[in-house]
T-cell receptor, first 112, second 115 residues
Framework: QQQVKQSPQSLIVQKGGIPIINCAYENTAFDYFPWYQQFPGKGPALLIAIRPDVSEKKEGRFTISFNKSAKQFSLHIMDSQPGDSATYFCAASFPGTYKYIFGTGTRLKVLA | ETGVTQSPTHLIKTRGQQVTLRCSSQSGHNTVSWYQQALGQGPQFIFQYYREEENGRGNFPPRFSGLQFPNYSSELNVNALELDDSALYLC??????????????FGPGTRLLVL
């Protein structure tokens, strides 16, 4: 019930494509859903985050779509660039617990 | 850059030894969380410290312990190291207010190798 399932495990797109990474959760008590980007040898960096009362959020080329009834959320990267090649993690947290539960990660490669 | 720093960047220890990892929080943040990230996996929550006290713990044994200091810097101590403790250890700082916690910002991590 505390798991966050992430797919796909890896993804290859051409430059300019729109990779989509999906996450699903079981526990409806989660109230905060951030996405992090991680380059090799670096710590995760926050990309964008959403709460369940919003169905979509955009920040630059990154968009989160949130489907509360399906208990799913996804990250879309518009006009992807080779510099977006990294591992992406979704996460979820319960109100007041401050613990992030991470998905298993998606390794994205954007071809030039 | 998040303003969260960690030291050392890399560390090699042998099984049974003890290790201390350090984290300096982002200015203005009062909470620090520690995560373990095994190769190819997502970070796993170890524990969090708020106002120098442990404020939640993940599924890690007592040989993982921590401290938070008045300046909000923090240490992670691991005793009796095991081979499976080899991982990237991440700290994340955040600000806890009355309305809840704001986003956690991660440091670059310490890569620990246990031989």
């Amino acid at each position: 019930q505390q798991q966050v399932k992430q797919s796909p495990q890896s993804l290859i797109v051409q430059k300019g494509g729109i990779p989509i990474i999906n996450c699903a959760y079981e526990n409806t008590a989660f109230d905060y859903f951030p996405w992090y980007q991680q380059f090799p040898g670096k710590g995760p960096a926050l990309l964008i985050a959403i709460r369940p009362d919003v169905s979509e959020k955009k920040e630059g080329r990154f968009t989160i779509s949130f489907n509360k009834s399906a208990k799913q959320f996804s990250l879309h990267i518009m006009d992807s660039q080779p510099g977006d090649s990294a591992t992406y993690f979704c996460a979820a947290s319960f109100p007041g617990t401050y613990k992030y539960i991470f998905g298993t990660g998606t390794r994205l490669k954007v071809l030039a | 850059e998040t303003g969260v720093t960690q030291s050392p960047t890399h560390l090699i220890k042998t099984r049974g030894q003890q290790v201390t990892l350090r984290c300096s929080s982002q200015s203005g943040h009062n909470t620090v969380s520690w995560y373990q990230q095994a190769l190819g996996q997502g970070p796993q929550f170890i524990f969090q410290y708020y106002r120098e006290e442990e404020n939640g713990r993940g599924n890690f044994p007592p040989r993982f312990s921590g401290l938070q200091f008045p300046n909000y810097s923090s240490e992670l101590n691991v005793n009796a190291l095991e081979l499976d403790d080899s991982a990237l250890y991440l700290c994340a700082s955040s600000l806890v207010r009355a309305g809840g916690q704001e986003t956690q910002y991660f440091g670059p991590g310490t890569r620990l190798l246990v031989l």
